[in-house]
């Protein structure tokens, strides 16, 4: 079974800064997919990024980044210079053939951004 | 309509109701998901349909029944629930199993 772990439940930055989400999961297969996800107050799952497990690139999405480390299974989003519209819970997700293409998801991370 | 729209936005019903929550996608997607989302827990696939076939059962009580008539429309079929029900249920799409995934606003549900 995968599992996808975040560690820090609640962060807060301040804004213009820049933060790091981190998300570790645990798989034994070699092909699988990686997502963060954004879930605002209004409650509307947005996807923020995704990464294939094969390729080493890390992706990017604008102020929005990963460190994708697949030998340490640790799959880090990074916010820079962070806006008060970034206030969200933030979920990291992993999905592969096994789970049936469904997304297996970490608690989450709620996402403070103050003035 | 564009996106996902899912209907109720809330929804309060007894132990003894029936009741059902609808999903709708705009997006030509052919598999659509059913996740519950409770308090402190992380979010819990309940069902997968590709193409309108259940490719999905997460060990789902029978008091939860799917159904998905079309690509476009899934539904989910409420009976004789409990007060452990009660939480978010939110709906996806994706173009296919495996690809990027979509979601509705939810159905914020109260079991009393």
């Keep these: 079974a995968q599992t996808v772990t975040q560690s820090q439940p609640e962060m807060s930055v301040q804004e213009a800064e820049t933060v790091t989400l981190s998300c570790t999961y645990d798989t034994s297969e070699n092909n699988y997919y990686l997502f963060w996800y954004k879930q605002p107050p209004s409650r509307q799952m947005i996807l923020v990024i995704r990464q294939e497990a094969y390729k080493q690139q890390n992706a990017t999405e604008n102020r929005f980044s990963v460190n994708f480390q697949k030998a340490a299974k640790s799959f880090s989003l990074k916010i820079s210079d962070s806006q008060l519209g970034d206030t969200a819970m933030y979920f990291c997700a992993f999905m592969n053939s096994n789970s049936g293409y469904a997304l297996n998801f970490g608690k989450g991370t709620s996402l403070l951004v103050t003035p | ?108 549900l109260t079991v009393t």
């Design chain 2, 1 to 108: 309509e564009t996106g996902v729209t899912q209907t109720p936005r809330h929804l309060v019903m007894g132990m003894t109701n029936k009741k059902s929550l609808k999903c709708e996608q705009h997006l030509g997607h052919n598999a659509m998901y059913w996740y519950k989302q409770s308090a402190k827990k992380p979010l819990e696939l309940m069902f997968v349909y590709n193409f309108k076939e259940q490719t999905e059962n997460n060990s789902v009580p029978s008091r939860f029944s799917p159904e998905c008539p079309n690509s476009s429309h899934l539904f989910l079929h409420l009976h004789t629930l409990q007060p452990e029900d009660s939480a978010l249920y939110l709906c996806a799409s994706s173009q296919a199993t495996g690809g990027e995934q979509y979601f509705g606003p939810g159905t914020r």
